[in-house]
């Protein structure tokens, strides 16, 4: 029987950002899950922002946002779609977020009239954040964002080695991940960064037990050796994170190296043997997928930096993997589209795909996408503003009115056939205001939404601030356009779709944050499924 006594795992970066902290947390987190333990997953995040609600996506990529309506950082997808842990906001706490609290305590005086400082009261806020997460689970997986040496994070590394002589050291592993740069013109892989990254750590007092080295090629014994003696870490501990065509590669690379057993060792807990053969199936089809491969049109505003759309990416390819079919991404800039034209851009893709977004640049060039989509009958999905861009489109086009737009980027609009919600018409605040978290959707029988899902209610998470216009419904449903689903509490428009197209459907709310590649979404299979018969059709016409 084992100890129900709660482990840490505390992961940390070195020399450079972008090593992969996130996907190696995710990855450990699912070895350990498959081992049988109950985990979670906490990361810490030494800006100031409360969340990253009201950062560009070019500043910080995408926004995950958890069922209870946290805006949270993109590396809590990672550990949704990798484990079965369900994400909250209490798995994400910023540095601004922890002052705030603890400066809310200092205002209602619950310090005592002590001098608050770093040491002790912002490090035993990090701490409590800590065991909150913990909670029940048999391993907690925290990892700190930035890299060792910043300055911004040093209460949180602080607040970790302390953890060490709160819980014990028996309950406590720190993996520290570094960068052994490939130095062409000497030919050689180099180690000192890593001894560098190591040598920061320990003069904050932490001495890594495991260190995972992010490389583009093998390592050899001998420098894991070397490696392991100058860090001064058991050579057994010493694993490197290469790099991989797929992300879900990455747990069946660490397990093959071993990682799974040396912590289950380390950390003294029991396991069952891990079973991967589900981890073997999806690199299959990631791989070698026996249907080929369809071409999805994205026409997004934030192209430029793949990371903005980091669950949508994996939620598409996680459609590919149900249909057993490659999925190849290609991203148009909706401006682009306002320049060149659909056609031009568009023309040789098998479905497309107009995602969420902010602000009035590239809207008119979502709003003629979709137009090609409705008109040539290619496929159509629309995630959030994708969704009322479709509603415009229909209206100054299958309405024919012609003035027709979102109060967000036309205050004048004479038909505001998208509107701000009315809760939202006083918030001054931008950050945390939105509507945000998971509400109920009524699918309407019948409808394509209902086929794909199988419910009549369903459960999805939201972001935005703006609506379809209800004063607009009955005559957008007179001319064709079906409300597929609906928030029975508001009466708000969910779900839209046209019956006389091979697969036109959009949705105010994110699917992909619920997808997996385990369990891909209804919305994105069906989606897919339907790119695959476009391109089946153009085919057989060819």
């Not at 080695?161 to 013109?185: E, F, S, W």
């Not at 229909?394 to 967000?408: I, K």
């Not at 019948?446 to 004063?471: C, F, M, P, T, W």
């Not at 005559?475 to 064709?480: D, K, T, V, W, Y």
Request: hydrophobic share 35%.
């Amino acid at each position: 029987m084992r100890s129900k006594k709660t482990k840490f795992i505390f992961v940390t970066g070195g020399v450079v950002s972008s090593l992969g902290k996130g996907l190696a947390s995710a990855s450990i987190g699912a070895l350990l899950e498959n081992r049988g333990l109950d985990i979670t997953l906490l990361k810490l995040d030494p800006y100031i922002n409360i969340d990253p609600g009201t950062m560009s996506p070019f500043q910080h990529g995408e926004v995950f946002v958890t069922d209870d309506g946290g805006e949270t950082d993109m590396d809590l997808g990672h550990y949704e779609r990798f484990t079965n842990a369900r994400m909250s906001r209490l798995n994400n706490f910023t540095s601004g977020r922890i002052y705030h609290a603890v400066i809310q305590k200092e205002r209602r005086g619950e310090y005592l009239g002590k001098t608050v400082q770093v040491i002790p009261h912002i490090t035993d806020e990090i701490k409590s954040c800590i065991r909150q997460a913990a909670q029940g689970m048999d391993a907690v997986i925290v990892e700190v964002g930035g890299t060792v040496g910043d300055i911004e994070s040093l209460p949180f590394l602080e607040a970790i080695r302390q953890m060490r002589y709160d819980v014990g050291a028996g309950n406590t592993v720190y993996m520290h991940l570094t960068l052994l740069p490939y130095i062409g013109a000497a030919g050689e892989v180099k180690t000192k960064p890593t001894q560098h990254s190591v040598m920061k750590l320990r003069e904050i007092g932490i001495q890594p037990d495991f260190l995972i080295c992010r490389t583009d090629r093998e390592i050899s014994r001998e420098m894991k050796d070397k490696i392991a003696m100058f860090c001064n870490v058991d050579p057994g501990n010493v694993f490197t994170s290469p790099d991989v065509k797929s992300i879900y590669e990455l747990p069946l690379e660490l397990h093959r190296q071993g990682i799974d057993e040396r912590l289950a060792e380390t950390l003294n807990i029991w396991t069952r043997a891990a079973r991967l053969d589900r981890w073997e199936d999806i690199i299959r089809k990631v791989y070698s997928p026996s249907r080929g491969e369809v071409k999805v049109g994205i026409v997004g505003k934030y192209v430029d930096l793949k990371e903005s759309y980091k669950s949508l990416n994996e939620a598409l390819l996680h459609g590919g993997i149900a249909n057993d079919v490659k999925v190849d991404l290609q991203f148009v800039d909706s401006q682009d589209v306002e320049e060149k034209g659909a056609e031009a851009l568009l023309g040789g893709v098998d479905a497309i795909l107009v995602p969420g977004g902010f602000g009035v640049r590239g809207t008119e060039g979502k709003i003629t996408a979709v137009r090609y989509a409705r008109e040539k009958r290619v496929p159509f999905f629309g995630i959030c503003l994708g969704l009322q861009m479709a509603v415009v489109e229909f209206s100054r086009n299958v309405l024919g009115l012609a003035d027709s737009n979102s109060l967000e980027f036309n205050e004048h609009t004479l038909h505001p056939v998208v509107t701000l919600m009315e809760s939202q018409v006083k918030v001054q605040d931008k950050g945390g205001t939105m509507r945000l978290g998971s509400y109920a959707c009524a699918l309407k029988p019948g409808s394509l939404a209902h086929k794909l899902y199988g419910e009549d209610v369903i459960q999805e998470r939201h972001r935005h601030r703006y609506e379809v216009n209800n004063a607009y419904r009955g005559r957008l449903q007179e001319a064709g356009l079906v409300v597929s689903g609906h928030n029975p509490e508001l009466n708000l428009v969910e779900m839209i779709e046209l019956p006389d197209h091979p697969y036109f459907i959009g949705c105010q709310f994110h699917p992909e944050f619920k997808s997996k590649p385990f369990a891909p979404h209804p919305l994105f299979s069906g989606f897919i499924r339907a790119a695959l018969a476009q391109r089946d059709a153009g085919r057989t016409q060819a």
